[in-house]
């Protein structure tokens, strides 16, 4: 029985196995956010910022982030340069319950996510492998070739050590707090009390690792998550609610700053 799953960023619904690609030059930082479904991001141009649960890399190599399900992660890219990546999607059922060896080989993942740095060589045959994957139909060849592309990403993630700058637990713990609770009042002197930190450090930290003000992280949140209602039917109002906002009009606002167009101009444009 094959899983729908809804790809948040993408707009929309797909089976068990993706591939997307993505270039440009807009700048844009996902939320902290977790799914479903194992993505391998292969990571071909561009300054881009991973953030994990324990650690964050930035750079302009060309790299391969892995993120296993429910593993919280973050990536930001500069608008000025050149970005452009292949993401490949699959879901657990679609491995798993044909691999008995899945669990084991599923370890490249890593425990809070990974980040393996490619040399162009390595980039070159990964790239194709994705390809492949994506040109493939017959689901048992597509399993297989996961499987080998795994395969040849543990063998470059083995000879690599993690230079990446450690993440201080109260920023994740932050916003993995936003995430769930993005639609109540959150003030930064509270939620530094509750993660054990002073105002001044927790949005001192927040800038340096999530690149933004925590108030600007939030209200993004907010929008990103009432154009996901907004695009289900729900009226602007409705949505306004349920994000958090005070009014619509404070919705449209938001709204206007992060997209530079109204939440109707968007969604005309998007047809």
């Known amino acids: 029985m094959p899983t729908n799953l809804d790809n948040m960023y993408y707009r929309r619904n797909w089976h068990n196995c993706s591939v997307d690609y993505y ?13 479903d479904y194992y993505e391998i991001s292969l990571i071909l141009s561009g300054k881009v910022k991973v953030l994990l649960p324990d650690h964050v890399r930035e750079g302009t190599e060309p790299r391969i982030v892995l993120a296993s399900p429910k593993t919280p992660h973050l990536m930001s890219r500069h608008p000025d340069i050149f970005y452009s990546r292949l993401n490949l999607l699959f879901s657990d059922e679609f491995i798993a319950d044909y691999i008995p060896e899945w669990k084991q080989l599923s370890t490249v993942f890593g425990k809070a996510g990974r980040v393996v740095t490619l040399s162009p060589e390595q980039t070159a045959l990964c790239k194709s492998r994705i390809l492949e994957i994506q040109a493939e139909k017959d689901p048992f060849r597509q399993r297989l070739m996961i499987l080998c592309l795994l395969s040849l990403i543990a063998e470059i993630a083995g000879t690599e050590e993690n230079d990446g ?42 800038k340096k690792y999530i690149g933004c003000t925590l108030n ?18 729900k009226t602007e109002q409705e949505a306004a609610e349920v994000c958090g906002f005070s009014d619509t009009c404070s919705l449209i606002r938001s709204f206007k700053r992060c997209y530079g167009k109204t939440p109707r101009q968007y969604l005309l444009a998007e047809k």
């Open 216 to 233: 600007d992280y939030v209200i993004r949140f907010r929008v990103k998550s009432a154009l996901r209602l907004l695009r289900e039917g």
């Open 23 to 35: 270039e440009g030059y807009k700048s844009t930082m996902t939320d902290f956010h977790m799914h």
């Open 165 to 206: 700058t450690e993440i201080p637990r109260f920023v994740s713990d932050a916003l993995t707090y936003i995430s769930t609770n993005y639609a109540k009042k959150i003030l930064a002197s509270e939620l530094a009390w509750s993660l054990g930190v002073g105002r001044t450090t927790l949005m001192t930290a927040f």
